[in-house]
């Protein structure tokens, strides 16, 4: 690291027990605005969500379970993107500190219950979308984990962009169901696994 370089890490204390718990997993010290922001964000993108699912009538084939798995994951991912992208959930989930890195790939990981729940339970066991987009996800947060600082943004769009290309064109689902890759690979290879910009500031010489 340069010299003339500092890394800036303002991250406030936090209170014990389940209070604690909650905001060290939402990201520390969230300001009004981002709080705010956020809830409009989930508010609105919730109801869109819903309205378009209500409208398209393919979910009176559903089963309960399946109507349910898709808006519990609805739900994550909106929230995640949202929570995920305020400066408060970067400067945690990348502060300095051993085991930061792995928490992160952790994290990422624990999101296969997703691809699993929407690949055999709302797509009746779709083997084939399951697993090629486990693979696009380990793969795509292995590349933005291990890059460099200044590459992890343009690396992070790439694989983005290449997992929802894919998904597009070869892995296909219900039209209804377009929302979830996007959303999917925003929320973990972007919003989670990019540290915000700048977390440098140049030292006064």
């Known amino acids: 690291m340069r010299a003339d370089v500092e ?7 936090t209170p014990p027990g389940l209070a604690g718990r909650v905001e060290r997993f939402m990201g520390p010290g969230k300001s009004r605005s981002e709080s705010a922001v956020e809830t409009a964000g989930l508010i609105a993108c919730g109801l869109l969500l819903a309205a378009g699912l209500w409208a398209s009538g393919a979910w009176r084939g559903w089963s309960g379970a399946q109507c349910a798995v898709v808006a519990l994951v609805g739900l994550d991912l909106i929230g995640g993107v949202l929570t995920n ?17 792995r928490a992160r790939m952790l994290f990422v990981s624990a999101h296969l219950i997703h691809l699993v729940a929407m690949g055999l339970i709302v797509l009746s066991g779709d083997w084939r979308w399951t697993s090629v987009n486990a693979a696009l996800l380990l793969a ?3 590349m933005v984990e291990f890059a460099p600082l200044h590459l992890k943004r343009p690396v992070s769009m790439s694989v983005l962009m290449v997992a ?9 689902v219900p039209a209804l169901l377009g929302w979830f890759a996007p959303l999917f690979f925003l929320k973990l290879l972007v919003c989670h696994l990019v540290p915000e910009a700048p977390l440098e500031r140049r030292r006064r010489v």
């Open 7 to 13: 890394i800036v890490w303002d991250i406030p204390e």
């Open 140 to 142: 795509g947060a292995a």
């Open 164 to 172: 929802v290309l894919i998904n597009l064109f070869w892995l296909e």
């Open 85 to 101: 992208a305020t400066n408060a959930a970067k400067r945690w989930y990348h502060r300095p500190g051993p085991g930061v890195g």
